[in-house]
């Protein structure tokens, strides 16, 4: 059993050769473990694919993530590197330390009616909301697979698939339909109290979320990728209540899990949300994700309590604390993924991950010591 079918099988809850590991390295890590200047990650687009796969071919992983980005022109200064438009003006300054976002300096920069721009929604922050109203939200443009081509996701994925295709299984990304899309248009504080002020606002803009990442599904299944990735990495009960997560999150999931399903009967669609998911997670079965991630353990809850919650009815993925990643020796990291591996059950229908993005300065031990205690683990024999 090679690296895909081990993740494929283990997504679909059949059983593995052995538990497949895929932690979910980003572009600061990768960069960091492949040698790889993150100005580079932030000037093009095909660097920011490439390094996140050379990462994981290097670490011996079982599945990585794929991201789209623009390709942004840039400046140092000073310590500082800063976007600049077409005409050369500096728009805004790009958190190195965090995740790689322009953060804007003037809101009116962020063009809600550009298909290009909600394509890559989350690479650009505005400090003030960039929609106000119900009629802003319907301004919301909802990019197509015409709109992914012109931005070259197609041409670049697919090289990296022809490079990397026979190592691992390459997930694509939906994005997110829900809470961290409608954040992007109106920030975190806003859109916690309009949950409770404005929910038509709140739906308005969501549906234009669903929209979006129904496209991006359907746009990598079309390229041969069936694995993906739904985000919501803010819909989490460390933010907001069961009840709001079933008025606001769950139909909208619902949504993008049947449209996808019924277009392509081999689409495997999990959901990133870290943080405390334990009150919704039977909802989150309810919605028709084929596996349910990252299993935070910050979040307060084990993956034995999200097994036992779930039963065999979804695959789990995720659970390694990624503090524990972060600072302790390869030796505590084994036996946390022993724990996790015991929680989930041995009969399949799990992956090996942590519990959120695994830390920038996480040292390539950790990474390894996952994969390390995977093979040490005897699984039930094969049919």
Not at 318 to 330: D, I, R, S, W
Request: hydrophobic share 40%.
């Amino acid at each position: 059993m090679d690296s895909k079918q081990r993740f494929i099988s283990a997504m679909k809850g059949e059983p593995v050769d052995r538990i497949p590991v895929a932690p979910k390295i980003w572009l600061d890590f990768s960069a960091r473990v492949t040698g790889v200047d993150l100005k580079d990650v932030i000037r093009d687009p095909l660097t920011a694919l490439r390094v996140i796969a050379i990462a994981g071919k290097q670490l011996h992983l079982d599945s990585v993530r794929q991201f789209q980005f623009p390709a942004k022109d840039i400046i140092e200064e000073d310590g500082s590197v800063f976007e600049l438009d077409s005409g050369g003006r500096k728009i805004g300054k790009i958190d190195m330390d965090g995740g790689l976002a322009t953060h804007l300096f003037d809101s009116t920069d962020y063009k809600i009616d550009d298909p290009r721009t909600i394509a890559c929604c989350h690479s650009w922050i505005t400090s003030e909301p960039v929609v106000n109203s119900i009629e802003d939200a319907k301004k919301i443009a909802i990019p197509d697979a015409a709109v992914f081509d012109d931005l070259g996701w197609g041409k670049r994925q697919k090289a990296v698939l022809d490079e990397f295709g026979n190592d691992f299984c390459l997930v694509g990304d939906c994005d997110s339909a829900t809470m961290s899309f409608y954040i992007a248009f109106r920030g975190v504080n806003n859109a916690m109290l309009d949950l409770i002020t404005q929910p038509e606002l709140v739906h308005t803009i969501m549906k234009k979320g669903v929209h979006t990442a129904i496209a991006r599904g359907k746009y990598w299944l079309d390229l041969g990728i069936n694995v993906l990735r739904l985000n919501d990495s803010a819909g989490n009960m460390s933010l907001i209540s069961p009840q709001h997560w079933r008025e606001f999150v769950f139909p909208y999931i619902k949504t993008v899990c049947d449209q996808l399903h019924s277009y392509n009967a081999d689409a495997l669609v999990y959901c990133h949300i870290c943080g405390n998911v334990l009150p919704v997670i039977d909802q989150m079965v309810e919605a028709g994700l084929d596996c349910i991630g990252p299993l935070d353990p910050l979040g307060g809850f084990t993956v034995k309590q999200a097994r036992q919650k779930v039963g065999e009815k979804v695959s789990l993925l995720g659970g390694v604390n990624t503090l524990t990643l972060l600072n302790k020796t390869p030796q505590e990291v084994k036996h946390e993924a022993f724990q996790c591996i015991n929680g989930a059950g041995k009969r399949g229908g799990y992956i090996l991950s942590s519990g959120c993005v695994v830390p920038r300065n996480c040292p390539s031990e950790s990474i390894i010591a996952l994969v390390e205690a995977s093979q040490a683990i005897d699984l039930p024999k094969m049919p």
